[in-house]
């Protein structure tokens, strides 16, 4: 009968015996858990001998000897020579330490297992009978598709570790745009400030007693100021709650992100920010807009349509090689429009407005700077919406419209 039994090695004397490619891929491993690891073998395969030279390890370049094993907590043993695992494998018996025989799983004490890990969660999957990697593998992988996705409750019950806040960009919106660290952090929330924009169906996936803050801008609803939001995050973290600050688009983009990291550290609560594509390059691309493209735009300057127009503005716009991209713009965008031309901006300049880019409701509005104000209040452009402005929003830029109709789903 075999157990598993959660071993740390950090700083623990490992020997593996034999230079092959199962030593090395062991090896990683316990290089990777801090194991000071020694390698007794007369060859090292070129795998190995890397491995040796890129960490320092100790490598005794002779026939495996008792004497080898001294003092080691664990032995892998891997020489291709079943007699000399087994050999190997009865020493460590006798010595009293854990032993995997990698050419003979029955006869070592020890079998490895394979490992999931998410977070500070390990998942390690060992057969109970013969030993059959593969098959220890594929169920591992499984186990990984549903931590990846978020699919397991992964909040501490116990406090173990301190709370601490995670500033997590959600991207655009559709959940499968998420990255897998952020839906890791989720399943390990235990309080959710939530935007109103980004992947908001992802909670509803929570454990209902996860405590979801919605504190996004809502039209006609009180919306915290960032203030209260600073201290609600610092409220719950130092209340020992993990606590997910999740974001649309990516944290540091307009997400006053730099803001909340800052109000966290200096109330001494451990932050950590995970990035995600942003609605300035993705809801472009949603459209079929690259913000950059060769010999066409060189370049982008992204822009907050509430803040003033500045001279670096109007230079982004006069350009014809730089692609501007305004968020938050729908409101200022008339008078933007009106200073670049009165600064000289030609009127013929594209202009393409993606409303609501990767949701089902998507819409794209194109027109040039002359007349884009007009054509943007005929059509009842409204937030949230991402402006490009620059010849990327040319209409027919990637395919002549015909193609893309033709593309478009029926
Ligand atoms: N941090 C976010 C931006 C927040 S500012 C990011 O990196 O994407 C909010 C602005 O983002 C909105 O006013 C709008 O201009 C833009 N936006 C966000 N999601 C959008 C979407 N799905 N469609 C169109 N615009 C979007």
Do not use: Y
Request: charged content about 20%; overall charge neutral.
């Amino acid at each position: 009968m075999t157990m598993t039994l959660g071993v740390s090695l950090t700083g623990r004397r490992v020997v593996l015996v034999g230079g092959g490619s199962v030593t090395a891929r062991r090896l990683t491993r316990l290089v990777a858990e801090g194991a000071h690891a020694v390698v007794v073998a007369p060859q090292l395969s070129p795998e190995v001998r890397a491995l040796v030279d890129d960490h320092g390890l100790a490598w005794r370049s002779h026939a495996v000897r008792r004497s080898d094993i001294d003092r080691a907590w664990f032995v892998h043993t891997a020489t291709g020579d079943r007699e000399v695992d087994a050999l190997v494998a009865a020493w460590c018996e006798a010595e009293r330490i854990l032993c995997v025989n990698a050419s003979d799983g029955s006869h070592g004490s020890a079998r490895m297992t394979s490992e999931v890990r998410s977070g500070d969660v390990i998942v390690g999957v060992v057969g109970d009978a013969g030993v059959d990697p593969r098959r220890s593998a594929r169920v591992s992988s499984r186990i990984r598709e549903v931590l990846d996705r978020g699919g397991a409750d992964l909040r501490r019950v116990r406090a173990s570790a301190p709370g601490g806040v995670a500033l997590v960009g959600g991207g655009p919106g559709p959940i499968d745009l998420m990255t897998i660290r952020a839906r890791r952090l989720l399943a390990e929330a235990d309080v959710v400030i939530a935007d109103r924009l980004g992947p908001v169906g992802v909670l509803d996936e929570l454990d209902p007693d996860v405590q979801v803050i919605h504190v996004g801008k809502a039209p006609g609803h009180h919306s915290a100021s960032q203030d209260e939001i600073n201290a609600l995050l610092v409220e719950h973290a130092t209340a020992g709650k993990r606590v997910v600050r999740l974001k649309g688009g990516d944290p540091f983009v307009f997400g006053r992100g730099g803001e909340e990291v800052t109000a966290c550290l200096e109330a001494g609560v451990p932050v950590e920010v995970v990035p995600a594509p942003t609605s300035a390059v993705a809801v472009p691309q949603a459209a079929g807009i690259p913000v950059t493209h060769r010999g066409v735009a060189s370049s982008v300057h992204i822009i907050n349509g509430q803040h003033e127009f500045t001279a670096a503005t109007r230079e982004a716009l006069a350009d014809a090689e730089v692609t501007t991209v305004l968020l938050m713009g729908v409101a200022a965008f008339g008078s933007l429009a009106e200073r670049a031309l009165a600064a000289g901006v030609p009127a013929a300049r594209p202009v393409a407005f993606v409303e609501n880019g990767h949701t089902e409701r998507q819409r794209t509005t194109h027109s040039t700077l002359g007349r884009a104000a007009e054509d943007a209040a005929r059509a009842g452009v409204r937030n949230p919406a991402v402006i490009v402005i620059g010849e990327v929003a040319a209409p027919e830029l990637l395919l002549p419209v015909a193609a893309q109709k033709r593309r478009a789903p029926a």
